[in-house]
């Protein structure tokens, strides 16, 4: 049915149009929704839309999307001008190109499904000076529509190379990831209907990062909801480009540079997260847990499992078939740290399948497990599920003293793990333990003197921890909080100078080491450092002189004389009696001060 033979309105027409304040279907905030019978202009355009009938639901079409509306189309006498109603077909078309008259699809971008509307629109927005069958030039003229229903169309690319049309909406807002596995049905055609490609009744199943078939059909999937629906229409470049395919698996080939027409649904996919974030441990979900919450570091968990090794053979059961489920707390290295870490994610409830790289695994040693051996560098794989946590409790759970304790409990654990030589975890819980007291408000008069210790033991023995790790902004940092509240603290100068020295900030270590002498001038560690310190600066000094030397030799080529003389003078200075006794004393005793000999805190 041929309804307009005016002529037809670009997109980029009706969206720039400058007498539109809004963009079009943008409600405006302040005025409340249109009840039947009331009659509103829509924005500043001149259009005013009349609400007939209400309609369902909240979504409304946008430009570019495909509707389906019926419509009459009347002047302000009455006189009908068009209508789809007299034989009874709905018109489709996409919204933007003015199909009818150019207004009439700002004004349908408002409705919703199923509404029914009275649009008014004046002679810009109708047919303008030059009017068309019926409608005389200039008219104001009134449109009678009803959506019926619409299709969302999508520009994935946004160079018209994948167009996708929703047929049927997904559920919940998840959509796949380039890691997640995903389970489609698809039918590939030519433009003259010829079937290329079809999965099976069941769909195919394929890693998104892997890739399937040709190009658009990832990038489509990505884009898509649980058991959505669409239809694509894949430009060449996004398809088999200009060599086609050969003709396989019973279907037709594929000529070069063919427009494909592909049916698609994603029946379902498997969230793959990596655990680890590089790669080594990868947990792909079978099925959901329950709620939000999942068990965290510290939650003393319980699982089954079934593990194997990449050829198969099964090493350990946990509570299948009959068997005890495994429990153990989790970042407390009770078990591999690949099964750690993955459980650490998990929900309650929830069914994984891991693969866990050797570095996480059991390393490069034979482990001997339940059923068999895991052999040196192997690669695993563990079925698990989440049976039950009890999650620690966090700060805000605790009364005042149950924060005091949990942070004195923290920081002996942490103590026990410096000793064993555990210096990352010892860290961790160090950390752990200042999260407890970290709110000063929270606390009474008589607690404070006692959060204030425990922060101060758990920073320095934090800091100390740092320097094992070489993390020497880490170790300058955590000092540097103590000495915000005790400006004098012996430990806190000595390991900031420490980490100083390692970053080869001489001058500031100096500065430390000097008000730590101040503070207690006996201390044979602080004094221990100085001697190293000194000596640093003396090799400081030289490799300074050497730098210059070479500097002025480079600037005065042609005087050799002045040069030599220079070089006299820098590589051999005047020394006071002081600085030599000082060099003579850093030769005698190299002795490096051993970090170890200010202990953590322990008490």
């Not at 009134?142 to 520009?155: A, G, N, P, R």
């Not at 999942?294 to 089954?304: D, M, Y």
């Not at 920073?459 to 880490?474: E, H, M, V, Y």
Request: glycine share 8%; hydrophobic share 35%.
């Amino acid at each position: 049915m041929e309804v307009e033979k005016g002529k037809g309105t670009d997109v980029s027409d009706v969206q720039g149009e400058d007498d539109l304040d809004e963009e079009p279907g943008e409600e405006i905030e302040s005025a409340p929704p249109l009840k039947v019978g009331e009659e509103r202009e829509l924005g500043n355009s001149g259009i005013k839309k009349k609400l007939l009938n209400n309609g369902i639901h909240w979504e409304t079409p946008e430009f570019g999307d495909e509707v389906t509306v019926h419509f009459v189309g009347t002047l302000l006498n009455g006189i009908k001008f068009c209508s789809t109603r007299d034989n009874g077909e709905p018109m489709t078309f996409k919204l933007g190109e003015g199909k009818v008259a150019k207004g009439l699809d700002n004004g349908i971008t408002t409705m919703k499904k199923g509404e029914r509307v009275l649009f008014t629109l004046p002679p810009d927005f109708g047919y303008g000076a030059e009017g068309r069958d019926g409608v005389p030039p200039d008219s104001i003229v009134q449109f009678d529509v009803e959506l019926l229903s619409w299709i969302t169309v999508v520009d994935i690319c946004k160079d018209g190379g994948i167009i996708k049309k929703i047929m049927e909406k997904g559920e919940r807002n998840e959509r796949p990831s380039d890691l997640d596995e995903v389970l489609v049905k698809y039918q590939v055609a030519l433009a003259d209907g010829t079937i290329v490609a079809k999965t099976p009744e069941e769909g195919y199943e394929f890693y998104v990062k892997d890739g399937h078939l040709f190009p658009a059909l990832t990038k489509a999937i990505v884009t898509m909801k649980r058991g959505e629906k669409v239809k694509l229409i894949v430009q060449p470049k996004y398809a088999f480009g200009d060599k086609g395919k050969e003709a396989t698996d019973g279907f037709p080939s594929i000529p070069p540079n063919s427009v494909l027409n592909v049916e698609l649904e994603l029946v379902s996919f498997k969230p793959v997260i990596d655990v680890t974030g590089d790669s080594m441990v990868f947990k792909k979900i079978l099925k959901e847990g329950e709620g939000a919450l999942v068990a965290n570091e510290g939650a003393a968990v319980t699982i089954s499992y079934i593990a194997w090794l990449e050829d198969g053979t099964v090493f350990e059961r946990k509570g299948v078939d009959g068997g005890q489920p495994l429990e153990f707390i989790t970042d407390e290295e009770q078990v591999i740290p690949g099964l750690d870490r993955a459980a650490a994610t998990m929900k309650k409830g929830e069914q994984a399948l891991l693969t866990v790289s050797p570095e996480y695994g059991f390393g490069s040693v034979v482990a001997e497990r339940d059923l068999a051996a895991v052999p040196p560098s192997s690669n695993l794989v563990y079925e698990v599920e989440m049976l039950d946590f009890v999650k620690e409790k966090a700060p805000w759970e605790l009364n005042n003293q149950e924060k005091i304790e949990a942070a004195g409990k923290k920081k002996e654990e942490g103590n026990i793990l410096f000793k064993d030589g555990n210096y990352q975890r010892a860290g961790k819980k160090y950390d752990k333990a200042v999260d407890y007291v970290s709110e000063d408000g929270l606390f009474q008069d008589d607690e404070q003197k006692q959060i204030k210790a425990l922060r101060i033991s758990c920073w320095l023995n934090g800091a100390a921890c740092s320097l094992k790790l070489s993390d020497f902004w880490g170790a300058i940092q955590l000092c540097s909080k103590v000495l915000d509240f005790e400006s004098h603290n012996v430990k806190a100068l000595y390991r900031r100078a420490q980490a100083y020295m390692k970053t080869s900030d001489l001058i500031s270590a100096e500065m430390d080491i000097k008000k730590a002498l101040e503070a207690d001038p006996q201390n044979r560690e602080v004094k221990l450092l100085q001697k190293t310190l000194r000596q640093l600066q003396v090799e400081s000094n030289k490799r300074d002189a050497k730098l210059f030397t070479n500097m002025f030799a480079r600037m005065s080529k042609g005087s050799s004389m002045p040069i030599k003389k220079l070089k006299v003078e820098i590589a051999e200075p005047e020394k006071s009696e002081e600085a030599a006794a000082t060099e003579r004393e850093c030769v005698a005793e190299p002795s490096t001060p051993s970090e170890d000999r200010m202990a953590v805190d322990q008490s």
